[in-house]
């Protein structure tokens, strides 16, 4: 299994460019950003492509609702150029409230939505004429885009429900997800995505799961911490519903924190379960991250 390290903007574009680009330096196999209200995930993971060798980069997500998939193939081509070839594009949904308060769409069908998008997007960046007129989305390409030497990036979901899991496993390259346990992946996500991709005659899928990390040796101060940082999760529905499967109360409850061998037991517990990559969010005081950090990429 491989880990990668969660990377959320802090202060300036600079600065976090540099902390994508110290993913590398650490020695972490990958660094996925979010696509938030905050710098554009894309563009930063662009720049930081250019500064970077081997790391590869990820979106986690890029929400697809106030984006047209054509306009997103262009952006995603552009950003796996300048990384190299090392570029995976992840998209969601995103969420009622976001969608309907802040964009002011209707949260109507994400499922469908979600299908349409790549019904466009797939071709789009395979250099195809797109020719879709679907119920909620529509394309119609007068040529194909023209992205030489580059070749698609993969693409994988936000899916953690069972609809948007199996669209996953059949036009997808996998899943990203968050604030999913080790009991909910090995029963529920990975056989539903596998049984899918399999009978869709795809590639294994990619399970990325993306959950908070701390190496500590003062656990009720950290699951404390947890509990009051990832609050914020603990109503979200699609969130909710993975809490609700792993028998978790609090988000917080997700996270994975101990010592480095407790730490290191819930890992192979990922790993057991079908997970093929953590993405870890490292949380803690600072003496905690490093010890965090230093842990997980030995096991790089």
């Not at 979600?114 to 020719?131: K, S, W």
């Not at 056989?191 to 990325?208: F, K, L, Y």
């Not at 978790?248 to 037991?265: K, T």
Request: aromatic share 6%; glycine share 8%.
């Amino acid at each position: 299994m491989q880990i990668s390290r969660f990377v959320f903007p802090t202060g300036g574009l600079e600065e976090f460019v540099d902390d994508i680009v110290a993913s590398e330096r650490d020695g972490f196999a990958g660094a996925w950003v979010p696509q938030i209200f905050e710098w554009d995930a894309l563009t930063a993971l662009a720049v930081a492509g250019g500064r970077t060798s081997s790391l590869r980069v990820g979106t986690a997500v890029v929400p697809i609702y106030p984006t047209h998939p054509v306009a997103l193939a262009q952006t995603a081509m552009t950003t796996q150029a300048a990384a190299g070839g090392r570029l995976t594009l992840g998209l969601g949904t995103s969420h009622r409230f976001v969608v309907e308060k802040v964009w002011g769409m209707q949260f109507d069908r994400p499922r469908q939505h979600m299908a349409e998008f790549l019904d466009i997007l797939t071709p789009a960046m395979t250099g195809e004429h797109v020719e879709v007129r679907g119920e909620q989305l529509s394309a119609h390409t007068v040529r194909p885009l023209q992205v030489p030497g580059t070749t698609p990036p993969d693409v994988v979901l936000a899916a953690m429900g069972p609809a948007m899991l199996r669209l996953a496993g059949t036009h997808a390259d996998g899943t990203v997800t968050w604030m999913t346990g080790p009991r909910t992946v090995a029963e529920h996500v990975v056989p539903t995505i596998a049984r899918a991709a399999e009978q869709a005659q795809r590639r294994s899928p990619r399970v990325i799961v993306g959950l908070p990390v701390c190496v500590t040796d003062n656990v009720a101060a950290a699951r404390e911490l947890a509990r009051e940082q990832f609050a914020p999760y603990n109503d979200v529905p699609s969130y909710r519903a993975m809490l609700d499967r792993e028998g978790l109360a609090y988000a917080g409850d997700a996270a994975l924190l101990g010592s480095a061998d407790e730490v290191g037991e819930r890992i192979e517990e990922l790993a057991a379960a079908g997970a093929t990559e953590l993405c870890a969010n490292v949380f803690g005081t600072p003496d905690e991250q490093a010890a965090t950090v230093a842990f997980l990429t030995n096991l790089v």
